[in-house]
């Protein structure tokens, strides 16, 4: 009797390889800014980018807070290529000259009794660049603050309370420094501190990494141990660069501007180096 035909059996298909989750990157030591992006319930790494944040002769404060935003996110993905990696900074603008960090008691003295009774204007500006595919936009937030007239004893008593001397602008609107202010007009309600969370949103989606996506498996929400490692308010300007390119490039025009450039990475490390601080600088 013959044998009976085999029966033909397929096997299942391999299941594709899982892709890694994109890690994210802050180029930043502020408590501040780490303290914001944990909002957002994504795992990241904050870093020291090590930039030098002075500003060149004449540079107006729009431009040096988007300079300064772009150099830290460059610093950090040049080391880091895959991870998405996010750089901020803000200046102050006190009749076009930039107001940063007063970094002492006598510096934050000063610059409260300069901005008492006035209109400043903090710009915030915010940079997203993912090296391996090419990605790198920055946007700026113009917030309008309009501070009370204030005495002697005032600014003295807030500064000896808060000693907000890695501030720029020497105050903290989400604490004391609120007393301190009359209004503060903004898009974007976060940008005062430090991070304007709803374009950082925006940005991050641009390069692909949404926070309102489905986290892969295994990718649980920030742990503290691993985000604690080492004149109208608008988005005032949006730079996109496709092909990365150096920081210094930028303008403080307000309309889009796209720069193109072969190597960004490189060019940014072949820039001229800035002069010398003329006093002692603060953590990015």
Known sequence: MPAPAPVPTTSAPAPAAACPPTELILASTSRYRRELLERLRLPFRALSPEVDETPRPGEAPAA????????????LAERFP???????????????APIGKPGDHA????QLRAMSGRRIVFQTALAVVRAATGFAQVRRVAVTVRFRALSDAEIEFYLRTEQPYDCAGSAKCETLGIALLEAIDSDDPT??????LIQTCALLRAAGL???RERPLGAPGPEPSASRTAASPSVASVATISSVPAAAALSASSAPSVLPAPSALSALSALPAPPAPSAPGSAP
């Open 82 to 96: 895959d991870a998405v990696v996010i750089g901020a900074d803000q200046v102050a603008d006190v009749d076009g």
């Open 107 to 110: 510096g934050a003295t000063a």
């Open 64 to 75: 040096l807070a988007e300079r300064l935003a772009l150099a830290k996110a460059f610093a």
């Open 210 to 212: 949404d926070p309102l």
């Open 191 to 196: 940008a005062l501190i430090g991070l304007p």
